[in-house]
């Protein structure tokens, strides 16, 4: 196989199809921000530490910093630009201001995207379930009791 | 009233979606990126730098060195810079991790791979490098303080003879407590971008304080302050690593001035950990003196943090001992052990944080010493007036706090002796909570326009720490409109100018500078009206005689004067509140913790923490800081620790894979932060004093201290790793 400095990838990203030719090096974090300005996503260590990066990819979170675009090509994904309609917040988002989750934010777009998976993959049956399954997601604000208060409040709003 | 409220963050909307803008997320048109090339060596010279291979990566513009950069026009001396010195200046090197080369390029891809190219030629000298941990190593290896510009109080205070009476009380403690250095590692790495207009510069930058990074920038360049305007839009948290200017807010303006288009350089994790500030390793010899019923007799406090060969970095930790306790003597020193490092600085909590470590374990020993209640020991060593200096105090309900915290926590009925449950042994303690504080000048402008809607302005910034919602609400409280109808304008050195976010100092400054103009507003609308601004008050867009049925409209009074808006002024000066008095803010914190005795493990189960700091401005926000400070005490006792790597000269891991800090599995939902009803109007017209940092001292100590009780290990060198409790 020849080694191509270039690629062209079409993704499906918050629901719109885009075709790209992408630097074989860039990672889908990059290629948000950088190439994209969906710049939501945040990098915070950029090695798969920290959750700031968290996107959906295909449907499952992911570390975006940890992702190749190249490797995405054909994939679905999802960013916090794209969680909700327009003008609306996603029952997520809502709970994260009635819960004070955050303080500076920087995190915040990471912990909305695992905490939308988290309740998809059903990893919620405990408050001890739920602190273990944020725990990739980094908050040196350290809102963790407010970030696992506002999880709790998703659950039910989807449950009622 | 708007002020005492637990409105929801106004900055709730952008932040959970995504469009809150942080410097890295912005560009300009023509942008560059900065990438930095740090050395690999902790002392020598630069010989030589091939920048060959770097220039023939496609994208890669310029590779600056030291012989490009412009020389700075005014000696980089102490702060606002961080570090008395600044890359590319000359060829020497001070720290592994300084910068030597900074490669400029049209796509980050191509300036990271182009970093990697650049091959730098050393010329080692020997490296001093931190010594052991041990008392007697440090105490040697220790110099008396040199002032650059980094510490600010002085290094030596006594009182009495402390010496003597250790010497003959009946009860003393005599140990030593050390903690290794730690890092701030705010979610978001500090991002600066820098653009040129002729000789205007603009800088978007992820900092606590635009206008330090105004002035300095200005004296670099030998240009007029009002030549530079620095916007900070939002900053992704800081804790202190962004007080002070680093290395490349400096250079990517220098950078932009070269290449003659933007340049934005957002650092990399690691080099969070080359060359920016961190909190320096501490090493305390403590000494307590007491009589049989406990009663202090004197406080010895030896202190010697790590600092640098160009400037003595001061961790005030003697600041805890020279104001939590009625004492007849006391004897405090500071001291510097310098080695080839990157500079430290402060960070949440400085000075207490450390201090409180060491007082407050020193005490716990005392009390089992003396077989007291821990509480009662505090509780008998009261300080009613400043024990340093005699002055009292603006305002002090550390009692209450304690007893409230005591109640919540359930601490005068605890079990005497630790539990089971199941692997688990439970222990509890306590510790007392101090913090100093500190006021800064500031000033705002409040508008209020015939509509009903007012703007605040003040060049603030936001750190997270809530002042997109408090200042607002003071404002609100004011004008008698509500929060929504405020439109907050902060983050920008053309606003009026406020002081920074660090110290704790904010509500106090800046709330009081937006307080006076919200004020100045209604008593122009007053006169305005024929009313005497000192019986007025504002409420649903209307101002009136307080208690009086009659009121008028804002907008009718407007109109009547042909006017569209009004604008009021103000501003806090520090030496025209609370002269003569001295201000702490105080607390208790409770905390329950689990060892795992056959694995190490330490756990947080519960805690309490009960605060004495004024009126509350925004309860739901000031828990968040609170309960953010806890966590951060609970990192330090349980885990945080960077290591350094001595034959290497640098920090072992510049990542979070190999250096812990606390996550959502490491903190329980059970804790409850507690203010007592208390309001200071000597430090400042709002009643309140600072909160960001207090929360975050004690923890280690009451952490410990719980480990004692739990397995009766005491132990004196944090963190509290599962080796410590296994041995
Ligand atoms: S930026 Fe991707 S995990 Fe930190
Ligand atoms: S809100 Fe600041 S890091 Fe989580």
């Known amino acids: ?160 | 009233m708007s002020i005492g409220e637990p409105f929801s963050r106004i900055d709730g909307p952008i932040k959970v979606t995504g469009t809150a803008r942080y410097t890295a997320d912005l560009r300009a048109a023509n942008m560059l990126y900065g990438v930095l090339v740090t050395a690999s060596i902790p002392a020598g010279k630069v010989t030589g730098i091939d920048k060959g291979g770097a220039m023939l990566e496609a994208g890669v513009v310029r590779v600056l060195t030291h012989e490009d950069m412009p020389r700075a026009r005014t000696p980089i001396a102490g702060p606002p810079f961080a570090h008395s010195f600044l890359p590319l200046q000359d060829d020497q090197i001070r720290h592994e991790g300084q910068v030597v080369a900074l490669v400029l390029a049209e796509s980050l891809e191509a300036a990271e791979a182009g970093a990697r190219k650049v091959q730098v030629r050393y010329a080692p000298t020997k490296a001093t490098m931190p010594v052991a941990l041990a008392w007697p190593e440090i105490d040697r290896a220790a110099e008396p303080p040199r002032n650059t510009g980094y510490f600010f109080l002085e290094p030596e205070f006594s009182k009495g003879d402390a010496v003597h009476n250790l010497a003959k009380a009946p009860k003393t403690v005599a140990t030593v407590y050390s903690q290794p250095s730690r890092h701030h590692n705010p979610m978001e790495t500090s991002a600066v971008l820098a653009l040129w207009e002729g000789d205007a510069l603009t800088v978007y930058d992820s900092t606590q304080h635009v206008f330090a990074v105004q002035r300095g920038l200005a004296a670099l360049f030998g240009i007029p302050p009002a030549s530079v305007r620095v916007i900070s839009q939002h900053t992704g948290g800081a804790f202190g690593v962004k007080g002070l200017i680093g290395a490349h807010e400096a250079l990517a303006a220098q950078a932009a001035r070269i290449a003659g288009r933007p340049v934005r350089i957002a650092l990399s994790r690691a080099n969070m950990y080359s060359f920016l500030g961190y909190q320096p390793r501490i090493v305390q010899k403590m000494g307590l003196g007491a009589d049989e019923k406990g009663i202090l007799t004197g406080i010895t406090h030896d202190v010697v943090n790590l600092a640098t060969v160009t400037d003595d970095y001061i961790e005030a930790a003697t600041e805890a001992s020279k104001a939590l306790y009625a004492t007849p003597t006391m004897w405090l020193r500071q001291r510097a052990e310098r080695a080839n490092v990157a500079m430290p600085t402060a960070m949440r909590a400085p000075g207490e944080g450390p201090g409180m470590w060491a007082l407050e374990s020193a005490m716990d020993e005392l009390a089992v010493d003396l077989g007291m209640d821990p509480l009662d020991l505090r509780l008998a060593n009261y300080a009613e007036t400043d024990p340093a200096t005699g002055a009292p105090w603006s305002s002090k309900k550390l009692r209450d706090a304690y007893e409230e915290g005591a109640r919540l926590f359930g601490w005068r009925d605890r079990p005497r002796f630790p539990w089971r449950d199941g692997d688990w042994i439970v222990g509890q303690g306590m510790a007392s909570c101090l913090m100093g504080t500190f006021r800064f000048p500031s000033r705002a402008q409040v508008r209020l326009r015939r509509d009903g809607s007012a703007v605040v302005e003040t060049g603030t910034q936001d750190i997270g720490t809530g002042v997109l919602t408090i200042f607002p609400q003071i404002a609100a409280d004011v004008l008698g409109i509500p929060v929504s109808a405020i439109e907050f304008k902060m983050g920008d050195t053309t606003l009026p100018e406020a002081g920074p976010t660090y110290g704790s100092s904010s509500t106090m400054g800046v709330g009081a500078a937006v307080l006076a103009a919200a004020q100045d507003v209604r008593n122009r609308l007053a006169r305005m009206a024929n009313l005497s601004p000192a019986e007025v008050c504002m409420a649903d867009g209307r101002i009136g005689r307080t208690g009086a049925a009659e009121s008028f409209s804002v907008a009718d009074i407007l109109e009547r004067a042909g006017e569209s808006e009004i604008v009021g002024t103000g501003s806090f000066d520090p030496t025209k509140h609370g002269a003569g008095y001295s201000m702490r803010t105080f607390g208790a914190i409770f905390v329950e913790v689990g060892v795992d005795p056959e694995l190490g493990l330490l756990r947080l189960r519960r805690a309490v923490g009960s605060y004495s700091v004024g009126r509350i401005v925004n309860p739901r926000t000031a828990r968040a800081q609170l309960l953010g400070g806890i966590v951060w005490g609970w990192g330090m006792a349980a885990m945080e620790q960077s290591a350094f790597e001595p034959s290497l000269g640098r920090f072992l891991s510049k990542n979070l894979a190999g250096v812990a800090i606390p996550v959502n599995a490491d903190i329980p939902s059970d804790i409850t932060v507690h203010f007592v009803d208390e309001v200071d109007e000597k430090a400042s017209p709002i009643g309140g004093k600072g909160i960001g940092e207090l929360g975050a001292t004690g923890v280690a100590a009451a952490v410990a201290n719980a480990v004692f009780h739990a397995t009766g290990k005491r132990i004196r060198d944090l963190p509290i790793t599962p080796e410590k409790l296994i041995a």
């Not at chain 1, 990203?13 to 790209?20: A, K, P, S």
């Not at chain 1, 090096?25 to 990066?53: I, M, P, Q």
């Not at chain 1, 988002?93 to 059903?122: K, N, W, Y």
């Open chain 1, 1 to 160: 196989m020849e080694f191509r400095q270039h690629l062209t990838v079409v993704l499906r990203i918050n629901g719109l199809d885009r075709q790209m030719r992408v630097d074989a090096r860039t990672t889908l974090l990059d290629l948000l921000r950088e190439h994209l300005a969906l710049t939501g996503t945040k990098k915070g260590c950029n090695f798969g530490e920290c959750g700031a990066c968290t996107v959906h990819l295909n449907g499952r979170r992911v570390n975006s910093c940890l992702v190749l675009a190249a490797s995405a090509d054909g994939a679905e994904v999802t960013t916090i630009e794209g969680l909700a309609a327009a003008g609306k917040l996603h029952p997520v988002q809502q709970a994260f201001i009635d819960h004070d989750a955050f303080q500076c934010g920087f995190c915040t777009p990471g912990q909305v995207m695992s905490t939308v998976a988290l309740i998809r993959e059903g990893h919620t049956r405990s408050e001890a379930e739920i602190r273990e399954w944020m725990s990739g997601n980094l908050c040196r604000c350290s809102s963790y009791p407010q970030i696992v208060a506002a999880v709790e409040a998703a659950i039910r709003v989807k449950e009622g």
